[in-house]
């Protein structure tokens, strides 16, 4: 005989951005054992995906500053030698 064992469904719980940027904040300022015990997060890994994918998001952004600035610099350089041409004829 078979016992059928209903299986209790948890509830998918979502949090917006804000809510994740507060908890990445307090993450790195008080430590994520800490922040998520705070927060009432149930899982170390929810936390632990939003810090990671902050560091990535500040990275990618931070690399895209900077190809921006490097062909400005390329810009500019070429800039000033065509100004020192022009002044040296």
Do not use: P
Not at 23 to 30: G, M, N, S
Not at 70 to 87: C, M, S
């Amino acid at each position: 005989m078979k016992l059928k064992v209903k299986k209790t469904e948890q509830k998918r719980r979502s949090y917006d951005t804000s809510f994740k940027e507060q908890a990445v904040a307090l993450a790195k300022e008080i430590g994520m054992k800490e922040a998520k015990d705070k927060l009432g997060i149930s899982s170390d890994q929810i936390l632990s995906n939003w810090v990671r994918a902050s560091k990535k998001e500040n990275s990618d952004s931070t690399h895209a500053e900077f190809l921006v600035l490097k062909e400005e610099n390329k810009k500019l350089k070429r800039e000033l030698k065509r100004e020192n041409k022009v002044t040296l004829l």
